[in-house]
Structures are given as C-alpha cells and as structure tokens.
C-alpha cells in the first residue's frame, strides 16, 4: 500500500493539536478524521478500516491504552501513541497493549509525518525482503509457519494473531535465521528509523513476540534468542 491517500484518524481531547494534524497530514496527501475521545475513537475504529490511527493516551473517560487494547481484540490497526513528557510508564503500557509507536509531546510536525511514514511503509519493507533475498512466500522451521503472502504465522500447528510490526519484527528476523541483528538494526530496516528510534521499542515488541509465541509453543518462542550486549536473533534448533 502507498501511503499517499492513507485514511488516518487522529484522536485528542484538544482541537488545536487535532487542527495542527490535520493541516500537516493533510499537507502529505492523507485523509483524515478525527475523534474527540475514546469512545467515539473506537467507534470510528471499530467500523472503519483506517490505515493509521494517532491516539492521544490522555482523553476524558475511556483513555489511550483502553482504547487500544479493546481494538486489539478486533483489529490490528497500526496505532501511534500520543503521549506527553514524563509518562513513560504509560508509553510502555501502550506497547503492552498493542501500540506500534509513540510520538512525544510537545512533538515536531516533522517528526510525526517521519513516524507515520515509517508506519505505513511496513508492507513495501517485508515485500522487499522476500523479493531480493529470494526466499519462497513460506518460511517454515520446525515449530514455526510465516506465510508471507497472507501474512499467517502458525507456531506449534497454532494461527497466531500478531500486529503488523509484530509480524514484520518475526519475519525480519526469520529470513537470516541465526544472524544477530543490534536493536539499532532493528530499528533502521524494521521501523525506518534513524534519528528519531528509541532502543525501548525494540525490546518490548520482541517481549510482547515471546508471549504470544509461547502461548502455543515454547519451543517457538525459545527461538527468538538475546544476544546480550549485541541483540537478537532467531536461532533455529540443531
């Protein structure tokens, strides 16, 4: 998918930072809609197949990390959290709960259209792997299925429901089997990041990977291995 003409839906309390979205979003081509709070946030959500959402964490009645983990149920919409200075338990509670990424308040116009193009570039960054590594649409390992084509990871004979960035950290890291990649590396090839990544973000979605993978097979999960003082990489059982 292009990310020109993406359907984004921007989510705050405030209309001066929703009106400030807009203007640049709508600057890059994007189309957009807006929610005042939680609830009509994941109405909109709910209904609607939107490409991105920017969610504020602090809104009136339901919040931020509600609103996503009750979306997460249903959809895997990329989401960006909005958060303010000093909330960074809440940033990694958003992570917890399923959030892609996080832009920090006050944030630069500049740096959340980089985030939200990285977010959006997510299916060109998988579909090139596949294409100049050479690999087959499937990977297959002993305890572990990525169906590239349809986007289907199976661990121990089990569908696994994975985030986009869930699902493109595992596949990134299963077209090397065994090669270490730093969190830097990570963040550059899988997030597009260069100036703006933060090291956090790398651990708690391969944190997030492990839980959902030894749900249904540990032997799955064990694969993805630490590197201690270098990084991570999926190791594949002798």
């Given at each position: 998918?292009?990310?020109?003409?993406?359907?984004?839906?921007?989510?705050?309390?405030?209309?001066?930072?929703?009106?400030?979205?807009?203007?640049?979003?709508?600057?890059?081509?994007?189309?957009?809609?807006?929610?005042?709070?939680?609830?009509?946030?994941?109405?909109?959500?709910?209904?609607?197949?939107?490409?991105?959402?920017?969610?504020?964490?602090?809104?009136?009645?339901?919040?931020?990390?509600?609103?996503?983990?009750?979306?997460?149920?249903?959809?895997?919409?990329?989401?960006?959290?909005?958060?303010?200075?000093?909330?960074?338990?809440?940033?990694?509670?958003?992570?917890?709960?399923?959030?892609?990424?996080?832009?920090?308040?006050?944030?630069?116009?500049?740096?959340?259209?980089y985030r939200v193009k990285a977010i959006l570039r997510r299916s060109s960054v998988t579909a090139y792997l596949t294409k100049d590594q050479g690999i087959s649409n499937n990977i297959v390992f002993p305890h572990l299925?990525?169906?590239?084509?349809?986007?289907?990871?199976?661990?121990?004979?089990?569908?696994?429901?994975?985030?986009?960035?869930?699902?493109?950290?595992?596949?990134?890291?299963?077209?090397?089997?065994?090669?270490?990649?730093?969190?830097?590396?990570?963040?550059?090839?899988?997030?597009?990041?260069?100036?703006?990544?933060?090291?956090?973000?790398?651990?708690?979605?391969?944190?997030?990977?492990?839980?959902?993978?030894?749900?249904?097979?540990?032997?799955?999960?064990?694969?993805?291995?630490?590197?201690?003082?270098?990084?991570?990489?999926?190791?594949?059982?002798?």
């Amino acid at each position: 998918m292009s990310d020109l003409k993406a359907n984004i839906l921007v989510v705050d309390d405030e209309e001066r930072i929703r009106r400030l979205l807009r203007m640049y979003l709508e600057k890059e081509g994007y189309i957009i809609e807006e929610a005042e709070d939680g609830e009509i946030a994941l109405q909109k959500a709910s209904v609607s197949d939107f490409d991105l959402i920017l969610l504020d964490i602090m809104l009136p009645g339901m919040d931020g990390i509600e609103v996503c983990a009750k979306l997460r149920q249903v959809k895997a919409t990329p989401v960006i959290m909005l958060t303010a200075k000093g909330e960074e338990a809440n940033r990694v509670q958003g992570f917890e709960v399923g959030a892609d990424d996080y832009v920090v308040k006050p944030f630069s116009p500049r740096e959340v259209i980089y985030r939200v193009k990285a977010i959006l570039r997510r299916s060109s960054v998988t579909a090139y792997l596949t294409k100049d590594q050479g690999i087959s649409n499937n990977i297959v390992f002993p305890h572990l299925v990525i169906e590239h084509d349809a986007h289907r990871v199976t661990a121990g004979g089990h569908e696994i429901a994975l985030t986009p960035k869930e699902y493109e950290l595992l596949h990134y890291l299963a077209v090397s089997p065994d090669k270490v990649f730093s969190r830097e590396d990570l963040l550059k090839d899988v997030w597009n990041y260069e100036f703006f990544g933060d090291l956090r973000t790398v651990d708690t979605h391969v944190k997030r990977l492990r839980e959902k993978l030894n749900k249904v097979s540990p032997e799955a999960a064990a694969m993805i291995t630490t590197v201690w003082g270098v990084g991570y990489k999926l190791e594949v059982p002798k």
